[in-house]
């Protein structure tokens, strides 16, 4: 589901499971209604047993909001909550913009934060194996988030994998504080809560209720241990077995079930303690400890892959040469460097030692960095070229593989200006141009299509291409209606919604599909060449990474300019050979999108900037374009911390240059006359 905040599914008065909604209630607002003359009602994101959540837009600031309310027979009002949130200003925390009644019903009006729940993230990619940095990152997070609830005099109540929403932004964020309370204001009696998550003192007076941010700090520790170790740490048959388990047994130990470091099982632990006294005693205290794992695990991993990493500099110019050495010296202090100035250096130290990474200029004299890199694999001293793989420690590393590419004539360079660029690894079967194969082969790749993307990678390869295609949308479609051609699992599809007036997406993939539903977004099965709409009905038609994937380029830009009003844009995305990208899908392999499949299983075209303009449809032209990934030379580039910064930057200020004729994904801005 994708929303701003859960649905009040926590009971009150019973040690209760989510509630359902009461028989004799119907929607608190019906579709359509407009709130206080601003916010219009436009779906309902979720509902639990005391209330609802509903999506809607703010007519004023031409923005989408989320509104919560209970049912009127709840004895409740969100104004505790609205109270709560307003108290606090932190990016782990969803904001709440207004209070109001709207025909006798008390709402609040919240930011709306496109995204997954964790218990949804974690279920879905468990099989993936989340590494333990990942999982790490998650939790400092989500604890940071509560320590600002703490500092506002206040506790959450209900911290719970469903409560925590994974933004696409990379944002995580805490919501629902339904049952929020002061610091130190007694229960009343009434036990309130979700059972695997209830603390002890909660159930039983045996332990005496210390303060609510201890209670706060129970859930959390259960919530780090699902995190961790992928289960509870107690499981019944019943709710009453369960809730005398968080009283009387304790918890297993992570360190054995889980196998993660001592001092990390042991700050669970403490969490975990039945007495309230013996927890840490501020959420602050847990970021600390956290964050200190996190930061000894990244300096073990970094040491471990720098001892191991050969790295080759080839470039005839001595400063720049230097320049790099100490760049990559920063980021793998135990590096071995080689310094080469020319191509005959560049052979012997192949030969010597082959290196694991290279920085190859390709515009060298006498000899270039092209016709060396073909010298290279003409004689078999390398197999490959930039592609990512896992080692078996899980560490990425560059390698060089791949089938042998003849060098590029001049001839060669003629043609491409004169034809689109279609490329198929040679040494790969056919690529099956079906629309039932491409199908297939995205209902495979969508098992594993976000694990490398936010919000595992907030600040990766992914994210910064996302970033720039989103950025690009923004410019043209704020407070407009937006069509997605391939949108997949609806990643850059929901932060279009943040800013469109209506954003809708349509994809082959059954499976990417029923991901993006769960976000709660407009979508449905189509191709980009039979777009399910009426002529005319978006101001914006964008398509990033599918039409490479057409081999009727001309029908889909037909199609996609048939459904946009005049005057509006198309956002069409072209892979562009004559790019590093399109320079490493020659030479290199396929990559893998799955446990059997690999790219080379769908039909994949290279189309060049100059022949856009013959495959335009009538009465459109080429206004403006965006290059992206001109100067990145390989994903993985981006997870050296020194390296990655610059490449952003870089980026950034070349997209929307002369230069982004180089860009790996070409972005043209097609006007409709």
Not at 245 to 261: C, F, N, R, W, Y
Request: charged share 25%; hydrophobic share 40%.
């Amino acid at each position: 589901m994708s929303s701003s905040s859960s649905t009040g599914g926590s009971s009150s008065g019973r040690s209760g499971d989510e509630g359902s909604t009461p028989p004799d209630e119907r929607e608190i607002f019906a579709i359509g209604d407009v709130i206080a003359d601003t916010y219009e009602v436009r779906a309902i994101l979720g509902q639990g047993g005391m209330g609802q959540v509903f999506d809607a837009w703010d007519r004023h600031l031409s923005r989408r909001v989320a509104i919560k309310a209970n049912f009127p027979s709840m004895p409740h009002s969100v104004r505790p909550e609205a109270q709560g949130l307003a108290a606090i200003r932190h990016p782990g925390v969803v904001g709440v913009y207004a209070f109001g009644s709207h025909e006798g019903v008390d709402y609040m009006v919240m930011e709306h934060v496109s995204g997954v729940t964790l218990a949804h993230h974690l279920e879905r990619l468990e099989g993936a194996g989340l590494p333990l940095a990942e999982r790490l990152d998650v939790l400092v997070a989500i604890a940071d988030g509560l320590a600002a609830v703490h500092r506002a005099g206040i506790s959450h109540g209900d911290v719970k994998p469903e409560n925590v929403l994974l933004s696409a932004s990379g944002r995580v964020v805490l919501t629902d504080l339904g049952l929020v309370r002061a610091a130190y204001e007694p229960d009343g009696g009434i036990v309130a809560g979700t059972p695997a998550y209830m603390a002890p003192e909660i159930i039983t007076p045996k332990f005496a209720n210390a303060g609510w941010h201890f209670v706060d700090a129970y859930a959390f520790g259960v919530l780090a241990f699902r995190v961790l170790s992928g289960r509870l740490p107690f499981i019944a048959e019943n709710t009453l077995d369960l809730v005398l388990m968080h009283t009387d047994v304790s918890p297993p130990k992570l360190e054995e079930i889980a196998g993660v470091q001592r001092r990390l099982s042991e700050l669970v632990d403490q969490l975990l303690a039945k007495e309230p006294t013996e927890r840490p005693q501020s959420m602050d205290a847990v970021v600390w400890q956290l964050r200190s794992v996190r930061e000894g695990l990244a300096r073990e991993d970094a040491h471990a892959a720098s001892a191991a990493l050969t790295v080759l500099i080839v470039d005839d110019d001595a400063d720049i040469g230097r320049l790099v050495a100490m760049y990559v010296k920063q980021a793998a202090p135990t590096a071995e460097i080689t310094v080469a100035r020319d191509a005959q250096q560049a052979l012997d130290a192949f030969r010597k030692k082959p290196p694991r990474l290279v920085f190859l200029d390709l515009m060298m004299p006498k000899t270039s960095g092209f016709e060396l890199f073909t010298y290279l694999r003409g004689v078999h001293l390398v197999d490959a070229w930039t592609r990512l793989a896992d080692a078996g420690a899980g560490r990425p590393r560059l390698h060089l593989e791949g089938p042998r590419a003849p060098r590029t004539s001049d001839a060669d360079l003629r043609d491409a200006r004169e034809d689109p660029v279609m490329l198929e690894p040679a040494t790969m079967a056919p690529a099956d141009h079906s629309l039932d194969a491409t199908r297939e082969y995205y209902n495979e790749f969508s098992k594993s299509y976000e694990h490398h993307r936010r919000p595992n990678h907030a600040d990766g390869y992914h994210a910064l291409v996302d970033d720039l295609e989103i950025d690009l949308c923004a410019r043209y479609g704020t407070g407009r209606d937006i069509l997605e051609c391939g949108c997949g699992t609806g990643l850059i599809l929901e932060r279009l919604a943040g800013f469109a007036r209506r954003a809708a997406g349509i994809d082959l993939s059954p499976g990417m599909l029923e991901l993006a539903r769960e976000r709660g977004l407009e979508v449905k099965e189509g191709s980009v060449t039979a777009l399910p709409f009426e002529d005319g009905s978006f101001d914006v038609t964008c398509s990033f990474k599918v039409l490479a994937h057409v081999p009727d380029i001309g029908k889909a830009l037909a199609e996609m300019a048939r459904v946009t009003r005049p005057g509006g844009v198309v956002l069409a995305e072209f892979y562009n050979p004559l790019s590093f990208r399109g320079l490493a899908k020659k030479l290199g392999p396929s990559g893998k999108i799955g446990k059997e499949t690999r790219e080379s299983a769908v039909y994949t075209r290279f189309d060049a900037p100059w022949v856009l303009p013959r495959i335009l449809p009538p009465n459109t032209r080429i206004e403006t374009a965006r290059g992206i990934r001109i100067v990145t030379p390989a994903a993985m580039a981006m997870r050296v911390p020194v390296l990655k910064g610059m490449l952003r930057r870089a980026e950034w200020l070349l997209c929307d240059s002369p230069a982004s004729v180089l860009g790996g994904f070409y972005v043209a801005v097609i006007r409709k006359g």
